[in-house]
C-alpha cells in the first residue's frame, strides 16, 4: 500500500533545469546555453575606476524564467564601497562582501567591454565573453527553462535558435 501511495511521487518527472542563455542583442544571435546548478552563476568583472575584480553572483529562482543576485563581492575595498552606498561592507576573506539585498531582474544586460574583461563562471568553467560578442556588444543573460526553452514560449531567442557550429553545444539540455 505504501508503494502504491509513493507512485505519483516516484514517477513524476524531474523539473528541467534552467537553462542559461546569453543572446547578442546587436544580431539577435544565441551565443551560449549552459544548464545551472541550484548555484547559479557569477558574472565577474574588472572595476573599471578602481580596479580589482567584482562578482555578482545570481541564481534560477525556481519555478520563474527570473534571476536573483544574492551575493557582490570584490577584491578591491574602494570597489566595494561604490556598489556600498546603501549596504554594509563586510571583509570575507582576502575579498569584500556588499552586503545588498537580493534582487529579481528577467534578464541581465551587460555591455561587454576590453576594460572589464566580462567573463561568466559556471562551477568549474570560465566563459570569456569579449571573444563571444566582442568591444563594447550588449548581452542579454536570461533563463530558460530546460525543455521547454523556446522562443513561441518565452518571446526571446532559445538554444534551439543558435547557428549550427556556435559555442551554445556544451551541456546544453534542449
Excluded at 57 to 74: H, I, K
Amino acid at each position: 500500500l505504501a508503494l502504491l501511495l509513493a507512485w505519483p511521487i516516484l514517477a513524476a518527472p524531474a523539473a528541467p533545469r534552467p537553462i542559461l542563455v546569453a543572446t547578442d542583442l546587436d544580431t539577435g544571435r544565441v551565443l551560449l546555453c549552459r544548464p545551472l546548478a541550484a548555484d547559479g552563476f557569477t558574472l565577474a568583472f574588472d572595476h573599471s575606476m578602481y580596479g580589482g575584480e567584482v562578482r555578482e553572483r545570481f541564481v534560477p529562482v525556481t519555478g520563474r524564467a527570473t534571476l536573483r543576485r544574492v551575493e557582490t563581492t570584490t577584491a578591491n575595498a574602494a570597489a566595494a564601497e561604490y556598489y556600498a552606498y546603501t549596504a554594509p561592507v563586510v571583509r570575507d576573506g582576502a575579498r569584500f562582501r556588499v552586503d545588498v539585498p537580493p534582487l529579481e531582474l528577467p534578464e541581465l544586460v551587460v555591455r561587454v567591454d576590453r576594460v572589464g574583461q566580462h567573463r561568466l563562471l559556471i562551477g568549474n568553467e570560465r566563459l570569456d565573453l569579449l571573444p563571444l560578442v566582442g568591444d563594447g556588444g550588449p548581452l542579454r543573460l536570461a533563463i530558460a527553462a530546460g525543455g521547454a526553452a523556446g522562443s513561441a514560449a518565452t518571446g526571446r531567442p532559445s538554444c534551439r535558435d543558435a547557428p549550427a557550429g556556435s559555442p551554445v553545444a556544451a551541456g546544453e539540455a534542449t
